[in-house]
């Protein structure tokens, strides 16, 4: 809400085009736009919303949201000490090798984060006030549900992801490129999340936990994978994909090509994905009964 509010009032704290001047040239609003609010936001949002489902703790009301502030306030003070002990970083090694071990490290913090939630509402579940009737799935919400979980767990990844990658080729290109590059892709995956919407038809009673682990990792491996090519090619060329400013992207055909063809890749690769898996579910369920 703070960021918000002081994105609506650029034009009254800094003089008109000094706000996107900073933050296209600085790595500390990127940063803390990137992983500090958005990665964690879309983490910590997306396993409490699973748990509480599972645990059927859908009520709004007043013990409920006193028990859930004190719930996630000790959550927050014993993951900061996780995240601080499981942020390693070895510059000796090759980009490959960081990558590879940064997400080593990144896949036993947010394990670790995850059972200690899931624990903190299994211990505390008592304390909140739960719905006496089943949560009812319609045709309406269970695809909206799915659109939700996929959006959010499929942001977090690539997000995620795309700050491992970039960390491994911090020194390899200008500060400037990568946060055009941070800048660009952030709206690409968006855009590609609208765009892929539409394909979420699903006809079932429950929800398919098996077809959203399946659709987020292939999306995400695949994303991933071509960032980390573009990353590498422009570290092959960094004359040639040098940007210093938002004009010198369209004075030169390689680097507009290229960050358009990132964007359309990440947004072919999000449509197709859920399509596959969520857009033709009648059709597979029909052949199963």
């Given at each position: ?160 992801g795309y700050i491992l990658e970039s960390n491994a080729f911090t020194a390899l ?117």
């Amino acid at each position: 809400m703070t960021i918000l509010v002081l994105f609506l009032q650029t034009d009254i704290l800094l003089p008109q085009g000094l706000f996107w001047h900073l933050f296209l040239n600085s790595s500390f609003f990127l940063r803390i736009l990137l992983d500090v609010c958005l990665v964690e936001i879309l983490w910590t949002f997306g396993i409490l919303t699973l748990f509480l489902y599972s645990a059927h703790i859908n009520i709004v009301n007043r013990i409920n949201v006193i028990s859930l502030i004190i719930l996630m306030s000790i959550y927050s003070v014993i993951a900061y000490f996780i995240s601080i002990n499981t942020n390693i970083h070895l510059q000796t090694l090759s980009p490959f090798g960081q990558i590879f071990l940064s997400i080593i490290f990144a896949i036993i913090r947010y394990l670790l984060e995850a059972l200690l939630l899931y624990y903190l509402i299994e211990f505390s579940k008592g304390y909140f006030v739960k719905s006496q009737n089943k949560f009812r799935l319609t045709e309406k919400n269970l695809s909206q549900i799915h659109y939700i979980v996929f959006s959010t767990f499929s942001c977090f990844i690539l997000l995620k992801g795309y700050i491992l990658e970039s960390n491994a080729f911090t020194a390899l290109f200008s500060g400037t490129l990568h946060n055009y590059l941070a800048t660009i892709y952030l709206f690409a995956v968006l855009l590609g999340l609208i765009i892929s919407k539409r394909n979420f038809k699903i006809f079932s009673d429950k929800i398919r936990y098996g077809k959203l682990v399946k659709s987020i990792s292939i999306s995400s491996i695949f994303i991933l994978s071509v960032i980390f090519i573009v990353f590498s090619l422009i570290d092959n060329n960094p004359s040639k994909y040098y940007v210093d400013s938002f004009s010198a992207i369209f004075n030169s055909i390689h680097k507009l090509f290229l960050l358009l063809l990132l964007s359309s890749l990440i947004c072919i690769i999000l449509n197709i994905t859920t399509q596959y898996h969520f857009n033709k579910t009648r059709i597979r369920d029909n052949k199963i009964d």
